[in-house]
């Protein structure tokens, strides 16, 4: 024995001995594990450097430090040409520049953000598959693959809609307003309004018997805002059908039972006759076509001037007209969708007799938060409409179940609050006795950083390193009710979408997390705020469904054979109107051009909201200055005698009313200029008069000075420039200086 | 490495697809544009046009405005005028597609605006003609002529005696209306890329002049009846007489 092991201390060395041999070998067996022998960052660091044409002396592991985002980044150390523009192409994708290197690493510098900020992945780690995610099953925060990375945009930005590079995220994050998802799911502070309409008063809207088979089957009748499939479309098990049939009757029941009385004003539900035949006209051309149709093919209505006696229609038999190249506005492709709102070919067999009239009349006293603007439609007016869309229908009226006719069974009512409960209707719509802030859903604030080992798979289970974050999600928003399985019953809604719709969605909600972020990485929308509530308000209230913006018409013009009887170019009107007139005319729409069947629609925007889409229809004109009043030319009495001997030359009264007192005979020709004060812009007003087939394709206005040509040569020498600069003063004034009387102060000093 | 711009390739091969793209539709324009040469053996070809059907009496037109101008006798609708013979006038005929034959005459044309009227009603001529647009009236009148998708011009005539000339450039049918309250003034104006067109005059005769031999389609046109058409062959130096017929 040899002798240090020989004292009554023995014991504790041998172990001592074992576990020194052992520390030994694992240290051995860990240099061969971490392969430090190879290193695979060396060699690309190695390649990066014979690829610069410069000596391997550099190789060393290269590390970014951002101490305000918590960021100790190893990335560079493989990925060494990530800032380097000329690492374009070649065979080593490792080594590549940053895609878009121009727009994502100039807005983002990697000094400032580092790597994982963006991509996720480990940034301490030095192979690819710790550093990448799925080498290290302890990592919880794999690399962002794909359009997903897109979802980090969301950490910094607080609005995505015009973010380059961003889109795919754009598109999920609408999805999620427009298919109402936040009704159910918080995943902020702030409550979006319902996505679907109250049922408040929905005793007196819908008819019974459509109600159950709406709720079991909502038929998809147009793409966008559509109510869910709750239970199976093909209940393959009867027992399933058995099931879905009473949950629906439960949940019609209790609606009934608790609907509110709305007080209607008028109770007259006349159908045929007569009055459908103007509410056919009223439909047609106020403008309810821009967005509704009727559907089932029934919508290839014209809307044309009459023709004049002797004028003939056989002009399109002629052969030898000149190739259609200049097509008129109106021939443009529609850019607004047909289906904007629901169409309304079939009411007659889903709304009870007197509801259209009533809603007609102002939609918000229905339902508050109703997306539908006022029509402006007078009492008649709008029970011709309802004739008319009653008279049109083709389907029968459903009979009421006899369980909802009253008396109804208290336990069936009872029943319904339950299910009312479970399926989260609330979310989306107004119930009576739910609060008006319920959110039946799961908060999901945080769910971009939900560990995928709690989330539901599919059926079957994929294999476990497929598990991912990203497969659950997109299964689950495909098809949730296929990942009900045993005791876990999902009660999430089946919304029909597509792939890229599913995908969309996905990427938005990768981005929500709960974290931290420094105030300096927060980044603003251009034009803030303001702009965008004003591009959500056009989108949403439809204002392309009628008129031409961006140069992308409205899908009403498809009606029309004329341009200057449909609404007008909104790309016209910011140029055109002054920006103040614009925003009381949101607010309050006055008929300008009284020859116009279709009407402006009430919008009962907040004065925000006006002031907020007025500015972005003004600087969407390339007009700055928001609301402020426009700069008015104030002229002396003697050029106001000399203007309107001009205007009077011209015969402008012939067409053009002016509200002046003096009793001018009114037209029907053209807008009225006693509104030019406050309605047009000057610069505009000049170049019109200039040309006004140019600025204004389709207009009646006639060219009064063509080729630079005055018809009254003796006015200011002939010179065309003074005579329209005159016509621009004089209108501007007009109202100002009643002709004899005494020039009243200028409204506001301003530049010639 | 690649350091060739992939935006480079593509860049070049949309500038070689625009080039190949304006090339071609440059050489269909030529391709169908018309001609003009020495015509040998070109012959007349000579017709009457003639409306079978009842004859209701014309439309009294409805005057609304400025009656003290337009004139208080009673307008009516000029579109059908039958004539002895049964002889349709105002029937624009020509022929189609025609690509050559003798040059084109650009005599001035003029349309007046008189009582209210377009006056002539309808007229053909050729490009390049000169339009002289007259105001007779001491109204504000304004003549707006247009093509089935795009405005010609517009002009205002608020003096009386004003006129406007202009020289027409694009061939087709237009439409001419005054938008200043006279909605019953209406007027055709056919404009041809070559000579072989005629209006058929108030006892329905026509006549074209000069046409090369060959096969044709003889077109024509009324503004309330439509269209009809004939196949027509030419051979040297033969005259023919053709009648077409409205029902």
Redesign the interface.
């Known amino acids: 024995m040899p002798p240090f092991l020989a004292d009554e201390q023995r014991n504790y060395k041998i172990i001592f001995m074992i576990l020194s041999v052992s520390l030994a070998l694992a240290a051995v067996w860990a240099f061969f594990d971490e392969d430090v022998t190879r290193r695979p960052w060396k060699q690309w660091q190695r390649l990066y450097a014979q690829l610069l044409d410069h000596g391997a002396d550099q190789v060393a592991v290269a590390q970014l430090v951002v101490p305000e985002l918590q960021v100790v980044d190893r990335c560079t150390t493989c990925h060494a040409g990530i800032d380097n523009p000329a690492m374009v192409g070649g065979n080593h994708k490792v080594l590549q520049v940053h895609p878009q290197r121009d727009t994502l690493l100039k807005h983002h510098p990697s000094l400032q953000f580092g790597c994982t900020p963006c991509h996720r992945g480990q940034g301490l780690a030095l192979t690819e598959g710790t550093a990448h995610g799925p080498g290290d099953p302890h990592w919880l925060e794999p690399l962002l693959r794909g359009p997903y990375v897109q979802a980090s945009c969301l950490g910094c930005h607080a609005a995505t809609e015009h973010l380059a590079g961003a889109e795919i995220l754009a598109k999920g994050k609408q999805l999620f307003t427009e298919l109402g998802c936040a009704g159910c799911h918080a995943i902020g502070p702030e409550a979006p309004p319902r996505r679907g309409p109250s049922l408040v008063h929905v005793a007196q809207k819908l008819l019974p018997g459509y109600m159950v088979t709406w709720i079991a089957n909502p038929e998809k009748r147009r793409a966008r805002y559509q109510m869910p499939q709750f239970w199976p479309k093909a209940a393959t098990d009867p027992s399933e059908a058995t099931r879905r049939d009473r949950e629906v009757l439960a949940i019609a029941a209790y609606l009934l039972e608790k609907s509110e009385a709305w007080p209607m004003a008028s109770a007259a539900t006349a159908v045929a006759g007569e009055r459908a035949a103007l509410g056919k006209a009223l439909f047609d051309q106020v403008g309810c076509r821009g967005c509704h149709a009727l559907g089932g093919g029934r919508d290839t209505v014209r809307i044309a001037e009459p023709k004049a006696a002797g004028s003939g229609d056989a002009w399109a038999d002629f052969g030898g007209n000149d190739a259609p190249g200049d097509a008129s506005p109106v021939a443009l492709a529609a850019a607004a969708t047909i289906d904007f709102a629901p169409p309304l070919g079939e009411v007659a067999s889903r709304l009870q007799p007197g509801f259209i009239a009533n809603w007609l009349r102002d939609p918000s006293q229905y339902w508050r938060e109703a997306r539908m603007p006022t029509p402006r439609l007078v009492e008649g007016e709008t029970l011709y409409i309802q004739s008319y869309l009653h008279s049109v229908a083709t389907l029968p009226v459903p009979p009421t179940p006899a369980a909802l006719a009253t008396p109804r069974d208290p336990k069936l009512v009872e029943q319904g609050l339950k299910l009312i409960t479970v399926y989260g209707c609330a979310g989306c719509h107004e119930i009576p006795g739910f609060a008006t802030d319920a959110r039946p859903g799961p908060d999901l604030a945080d769910y971009g950083s939900k560990d995928p080992r709690d989330m539901l798979q599919p059926t079957p289970p994929p294999p476990r390193h497929q598990r991912t974050w990203e497969r659950a999600t997109e299964a689950k928003l495909l098809a949730p009710q296929a990942l009900s399985a045993g005791t876990i019953k999902l009660v999430m809604p089946d919304y029909g979408l597509q792939p890229e719709q599913v995908q969309a969605l996905a990427v938005f909600l990768r981005g929500l997390r709960s974290q931290t972020i420094p105030a300096a990485y927060r980044a603003e929308p251009a034009g803030g705020q303001a702009r965008l509530q004003a591009e959500n308000l056009i989108q949403e209230r439809g204002c392309q469904q009628c008129h031409q913006l961006r140069g992308l018409n409205g899908a009403i013009l498809r009606y029309y054979e004329q341009a200057h009887l449909a609404p007008p170019s909104l790309d016209v009107a910011g140029k055109r109107l002054q920006p103040q007139w614009m925003f009381s005319y949101l607010l309050e729409p006055a008929p300008v051009r009284p020859w116009l069947q279709v009407r402006m629609p009430q919008f009962r925007f907040t004065p925000a909201e006006a002031e907020n889409v007025t500015a972005w229809l003004a600087e969407n004109a390339g007009k700055a200055g928001g609301l402020r009043p426009m700069p008015i030319h104030a002229v002396s009495p003697q050029r106001a005698e000399m203007g309107a001997h001009l205007f009077e030359r011209l015969k402008c009264v012939t067409c053009h009313r002016l509200v002046r007192g003096d009793g001018v005979e009114t037209a029907q020709l053209a807008p009225d200029l006693g509104l030019a004060r406050q309605r047009l812009d000057p610069a505009w007003v000049r170049n019109f008069i200039e040309d006004p087939g140019k600025v204004l394709p389709g207009t009646k206005m006639p060219q009064f000075f063509p080729d630079g040509q005055s018809p009254t040569p003796d006015v200011l020498g002939g010179n065309v420039a003074a005579q329209m600069e005159l016509l621009v003063d004089y209108l501007m004034n007009l109202g100002l200086l009643p002709v004899g009387a005494e020039p009243p102060a200028p409204v506001r000093k301003g530049a010639p | ?3 060739f ?2 935006r480079a390739q593509k860049t070049l091969i949309l500038v070689v697809i625009l080039v190949a793209i304006a090339l071609a539709s440059l050489l269909a324009t030529v391709a169908l544009a018309y001609t003009p040469g020495p015509v040998v053996g070109g012959a007349a070809v000579r017709g009457i046009v003639k409306f079978t059907g009842p004859v209701p009496a014309p ?1 009294k ?2 005057i609304i405005k400025d009656p003290e101008v337009c004139g208080t006798e009673p307008k009516f ?3 059908l005028q039958v004539g002895a013979g049964q002889g349709l006038a105002n029937v ?1 005929v ?1 022929i ?1 597609k025609i690509d050559k034959g003798r040059a084109l005459t650009t005599a001035k044309a003029e349309l007046d605006n008189r009582h209210c009227r377009f006056v002539p009603h309808l007229q053909a001529f050729a490009t390049g003609t000169e339009l002289a647009v007259k105001n007779s009236d001491g ?2 009148h ?3 002529i247009r ?5 010609v ?7 009386k005696g ?1 006129v ?1 000339k ?1 020289k027409m450039t ?4 237009m ?1 001419v ?1 005054c ?3 006279h ?4 007027a ?1 104006i ?1 404009v ?1 890329d070559h000579p072989y067109f005629a209006i058929s005059d108030k006892d329905g005769k026509f006549s074209l002049a000069d046409v090369p031999p060959g096969q044709y389609n003889l ?1 024509f ?7 009809g058409s004939q196949q027509l062959t030419v051979q040297p130096g033969a005259a023919q007489d053709l009648t077409q017929v409205y029902k």
């Open positions: 490495m690649q350091f711009g992939e439309a037109l409805d609708d000029e579109s624009v020509y189609e109204v504000l304004n003549t707006h093509l089935p998708n795009s405005d011009f517009n002009y205002a005539l608020p003096e004003q406007i202009k694009r061939a087709g049918l439409k209306g938008d200043a309250g909605v019953w003034m209406g055709w056919a041809f077109m046109w009324h503004e309330k009846l439509g269209k």
